[in-house]
């Protein structure tokens, strides 16, 4: 399972441990559509409960995000209410250690066509010449597994992008 950032993704064991992001965050993350490439119906009734849990206030423990702890600060005390001041404290958030790279075929990019940026999905779409389905790559660490003549055609290739989406695709 992967969430995709603005400048990174994180990656995560299991939907479940979505939920140790921050309250906040996965609210956003219940009003932006899910993009499920794999078809995993588990993802979408996992996102949908999400979607319900938000709407009644979190009651549901097992689909319960992380909410700060009230920490005090020792030795301080706010002047104007003589009361201890706090600090609020998040656990960290359970992502995996090591990113987890797709296997590639090798030598498959004979047929490409061209290559574009999904400014949509935030993805690299290769197409493909015949009725070969388009390949959509989330990660750009993807690349490092493809082979030497395959990084070459894409080197050769321009990728398309839109104006807006300069900074991005390049």
């Known amino acids: 399972m992967a969430v995709k950032r603005e400048h990174d993704i994180q990656y995560f064991s299991s939907l479940l441990s979505i939920l140790s992001l921050p ?3 996965v609210a956003a993350l219940t009003k932006l559509e899910l993009i499920n490439r794999s078809k995993f119906e588990g993802a979408t009734l996992f996102a949908r409960k999400l979607k319900i849990n938000l709407r009644i206030g979190w009651k549901d423990e097992l689909y319960k995000p992380q909410f700060p702890i009230y920490q005090q600060i020792k030795y301080t005390l706010d002047p104007s209410t003589n009361t201890a001041k706090c600090k609020l404290v998040y656990r960290p958030v359970k992502v995996m250690d090591k990113i987890p790279q797709m296997p590639m075929k ?27 389905e388009n390949f959509r790559m989330l990660d750009p660490m993807w690349i490092i597994n493809m082979s030497a003549s395959d990084i070459n055609k ?3 290739h321009d990728i398309f992008y839109e104006d807006k989406d300069t900074y991005q695709a390049l």
Request: proline share 0%; charged share 25%; glycine share 0%.
């Open 106 to 132: 090798q030598n498959f990019l004979e047929n490409m066509v061209l290559w574009c940026y999904d400014s949509d999905a935030h993805e690299a779409v290769i197409v493909f010449k015949d009725d070969q």
């Open 23 to 25: 309250f906040y965050d």
């Open 154 to 156: 894409l080197f050769h």
